[in-house]
């Protein structure tokens, strides 16, 4: 194949990101048709971009003949159906997260993947892009560290958007930790406990913030993840792995140390996620890109998280919201893999 034809669907603030990335920043592909529920935003959108087209309705624009691949920038509500009908087509398609907006039609799409025999969805959980979570990830699987043993996580946003309430930091915000783990364990998510803390008085009105996420995986690794999303700073995102030869944590923000003329010394804290994980998001779509280019015709056309990994993260949210309202510990209930053969991963 020689440059890979993209659909972007959905140009607000992600879509609007990727169109920009994938016409400026990304070898071997070139955005070809855009859409989105506002026709304005997608003609302003394409409007930047050479040779690209506006087609209104999403499925059309991911039939088009001149689409080779799509990539998914629509609210997690559209998810589903623009991923069946991706599937149908047999177009490989780079969704952000959520893969669907609920746990049953997650399974849904990976069982439709898995019936076609191809694996064609990767999952936009970018932080696995990120190098500081690929050394870490590096690290444990060196075994200098021992086996890992506990993972804490902090998880925090200087201003939440208006309307954002406690079950959506479980679903925006807990998932990226939820992936995190997967990814730096290797392993599925059992059980899933959500603290309420004694709420920040800053928080909006009736939004429980901060939250704490207990997890617990197959073997019985515990897992801590401190989500606060009102704290009037910046965007920290901070991972500790702690093994049984010692411990290694990211996301410091050390990258340049200042000391200045007035005695203070520091360093920057990004403001949000597109500062934080700008070069991931770049790595993650060439990859992709890649991926497409040298998968073409054959059934493997993913380098990154895959259906699978949507649904368990699905499947690991569920639970989470169920604890939020209980406070009790919540079983992760996942569909047996084994039986879903070739789900990928
Ligand atoms: N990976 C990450 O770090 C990350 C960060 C933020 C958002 N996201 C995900 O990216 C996706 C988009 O989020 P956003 O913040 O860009 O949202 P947004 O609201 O800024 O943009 C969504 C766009 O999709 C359009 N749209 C809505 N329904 C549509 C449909 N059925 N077909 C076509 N277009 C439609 C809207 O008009 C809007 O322009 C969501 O799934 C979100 O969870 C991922």
Same mark, same amino acid.
């Given at each position: ?7 972007? #669907? ?6 609007? $990101?990727? &169109? ?5 920043? !990304? ?7 855009? =859409? /989105? ?8 959108? %394409? ?9 209104? /309705?999403? #499925? ?6 001149? &689409? ?9 509500? %559209?998810?589903?159906?623009? #991923? ?17 907006? $609920? ?5 849904? +799409?990976? !069982? ?10 990767? +999952?936009?959980?970018?932080r696995?892009?990120d190098d500081e979570y690929v050394a870490l990830e590096s690290l444990l699987d060196s075994g200098d560290l021992g086996r890992p043993l506990l993972l804490h996580c902090v998880h925090r ?16 915000? #807990? +998932?990226?930790e939820?992936?995190v783990t997967r990814f730096l364990f290797g392993e ?9 803390? *004694? ?9 429980? $913030?901060?939250?704490i996420a207990l997890l617990r995986t197959?073997s019985g690794r515990h897992v801590d993840v401190e ?9 920290e995102v901070r991972t500790e792995v702690v093994g049984e030869r010692g411990s290694a944590m990211i996301g410091l923000d050390v990258?340049?140390?200042?000391? =200045? *003329?007035?005695?203070?010394?520091? @360093? ?25 280019? =040298?998968? %073409?015709? !054959?059934? $493997? ?17 569920? %639970? ?5 309202? *209980? @406070? ?18």
């Amino acid at each position: 194949m020689g440059e890979v034809r993209v659909a972007v #669907l959905g140009v607000g603030a992600m879509g609007a $990101d990727h &169109v920009a990335r994938l016409a400026t920043r !990304t070898a071997g592909a070139r955005v070809v048709v855009v =859409s /989105d529920l506002v026709t304005e935003r997608a003609e302003h959108v %394409a409007a930047s971009v050479p040779g690209c087209r506006v087609v209104a /309705d999403p #499925l059309d624009a991911i039939a088009d003949p001149e &689409v080779d691949a799509v990539l998914l920038a629509t609210p997690g509500a %559209a998810h589903e159906k623009q #991923l069946v009908a991706c599937l149908e087509l047999r177009r490989p398609v780079l969704c952000e997260k959520p893969l669907t907006t $609920d746990v049953a039609s997650a399974l849904d +799409v990976v !069982t439709r993947e898995v019936a076609l025999g191809s694996r064609l969805i990767q +999952v936009g959980f970018m932080r696995r892009f990120d190098d500081e979570y690929v050394a870490l990830e590096s690290l444990l699987d060196s075994g200098d560290l021992g086996r890992p043993l506990l993972l804490h996580c902090v998880h925090r946003n200087a201003t939440a958007a208006p309307g954002f309430d406690a079950a959506m930091i479980l679903r925006d915000s #807990l +998932v990226h930790e939820i992936d995190v783990t997967r990814f730096l364990f290797g392993e599925e998510i059992a059980a899933v406990q959500i603290i309420t803390p *004694t709420p920040n008085p800053g928080a909006p009105i009736g939004v429980r $913030d901060p939250l704490i996420a207990l997890l617990r995986t197959e073997s019985g690794r515990h897992v801590d993840v401190e989500l606060f999303v009102t704290t009037g700073v910046g965007y920290e995102v901070r991972t500790e792995v702690v093994g049984e030869r010692g411990s290694a944590m990211i996301g410091l923000d050390v990258g340049l140390v200042r000391r =200045s *003329t007035t005695g203070r010394w520091g @360093g920057q804290i990004p403001a949000g996620f597109r500062e934080r994980f700008a070069r991931a998001y770049d790595t993650q779509l060439q990859r992709w890109v890649d991926a497409v280019r =040298s998968g %073409a015709g !054959t059934d $493997d056309q993913v380098d990154g998280p895959c259906a699978w990994d949507g649904y368990a993260a699905a499947a690991v949210c569920a %639970a989470a919201v169920e604890s939020l309202e *209980t @406070g009790e510990r919540v079983a992760v209930r996942l569909a047996d893999r084994g039986m879903l053969s070739g789900a990928g991963g």
